[in-house]
């Protein structure tokens, strides 16, 4: 029950709060309102009876009207010329049944009153058929009614809780158009100075700062990319001049700068891609990117390609360019003999190898930053751990995926929206 109260919405949440409420409201209302209309329409009845039974013991206790008991049908009534004959009132000396009444539906009241002639019992009946009748009435409204005010209260409270949730679907809407591109909006602030207004004005204060924090980010980025860039460029340099002179030190060197280089380059995409820049994107043949970089790496290795013609996404070529070199050279640091590179219609890329394979429990963890599988170490002449990483995190820029493919070879599958 928890667990699908959890799935509704506000609005459905509290229009069924309110109706409930109501609902046992009105029922206990209903219960008190039928208990108290019984009792004063009982009280009524008893008292019309009383009025009858009190007007004939007035008349009988006058002294100069002389009473006449007349005897018939076994009963004994009051027929002197004061006394009216009422057939919901009896006249009866004491010790003598009179006529036998009905007792269901009426209510009785009974006293004895002295006269000249000697005790008489007088007893009234009232009828309680309209009080039925006025019973029955209020539960035909009830049962009308009742139903009818529960769904007009559950109709108004939709139509308010709808009416006060528009601010809210208006900061969700906008909330889930900005991304870390465009920073700079704003959700709309209600005019009512309400929770509602507080949210909005908190969310705005949330987004100053988290846009601070970008642009702070991206000036660091900024630096931190002339910073490295300018030194390493300069100790290459550098190397390179002196390599007549100790040629086997310089080579050694040079190759622990390119590392550091390609390092600092990969770190560097990494913040941008994290900063979420804008990607420069026009429409870009993927086969041909694919079948263009795997003749550029091809004599190091037979690649099988398997293209589809004309698959066309819309992307960043530079960008999809380094996913499919990042995804060539982990297949190439590890392939035994053969590499496959498959496209197929719906814009999915497969890189398959015939290397040792990656462990299930691994198929994740080799997405994440400097890490490298053991088995990896080994054989990895220069990577960082980070290629995998990059290719994924443009990937998802780009409204992708990348992950280690269910199969027997390693497959790394890289899913595209086509065109």
Request: net charge neutral; proline share 5%.
């Amino acid at each position: 029950m928890k667990a699908l109260v959890g799935g509704w919405s506000l609005r459905v949440r509290a229009t069924v709060v309110a109706t409930l409420v109501v609902a046992v409201a009105l029922a206990a209302a209903a219960v008190v309102l039928t208990g108290v209309l019984r009792g004063s329409l009982v009280r009524s009845a008893t008292d019309q009876a009383s009025l009858r039974m009190t007007s004939v013991m007035g008349h009988l206790a006058v002294p100069a009207i002389p009473v006449t008991p007349a005897v018939g049908l076994g009963t004994t009534t009051a027929t002197n010329a004061g006394v009216a004959l009422d057939p919901d009132v009896q006249v009866l000396r004491p010790g003598v049944r009179g006529e036998s009444w009905t007792q269901e539906g009426y209510i009785f009241v009974t006293e004895t009153v002295d006269t000249k002639s000697g005790p008489l019992v007088v007893s009234a009946r009232a009828s309680l058929q309209p009080t039925e009748q006025a019973l029955a009435a209020l539960r035909t409204l009830l049962i009308f009614g009742i139903p009818a005010l529960l769904l007009l209260v559950a109709v108004l409270t939709w139509l308010f809780m709808s009416k006060a949730l528009v601010p809210v679907s208006g900061i969700t809407a906008k909330l889930a158009d900005i991304t870390a591109r465009d920073l700079h909006q704003r959700v709309p602030v209600p005019v009512a100075r309400d929770e509602i207004n507080a949210l909005a004005r908190t969310v705005n204060a949330t987004l100053d700062r988290l846009e601070t924090a970008v642009e702070h980010h991206k000036r660091f980025v900024a630096d931190a990319a002339h910073e490295l860039r300018s030194p390493i460029a300069t100790l290459r340099t550098r190397l390179e001049l002196g390599e007549r002179a100790a040629p086997e030190l310089a080579r050694e060197s040079l190759t622990d700068v390119t590392r550091l280089q390609t390092i600092a380059a990969d770190l560097l995409l990494l913040a941008r891609l994290d900063a979420g820049e804008p990607l420069r994107t026009e429409e870009v043949d993927l086969g041909q990117l694919a079948t263009e970089e795997a003749l550029r790496l091809h004599p190091q290795m037979p690649i099988f390609l398997e293209i589809a013609p004309d698959v066309l996404v819309k992307g960043s070529p530079t960008h999809l360019t380094r996913v499919i070199t990042n995804l060539l050279g982990n297949a190439l640091r590890h392939a035994d003999s053969t590499i496959t590179v498959r496209l197929t219609a719906d814009a999915t890329l497969d890189v398959i190898d015939d290397g040792p394979g990656i462990p299930p429990e691994h198929r994740e963890s080799v997405f994440d930053r400097f890490t490298r599988l053991d088995e990896a170490r080994d054989r990895d002449a220069g990577g960082a751990g980070l290629g995998l990483a990059i290719a994924r995190e443009i990937a998802h820029a780009h409204g992708g995926t990348l992950t280690v493919a269910d199969t027997s070879a390693t497959c790394l599958r890289l899913r595209l929206k086509p065109l």
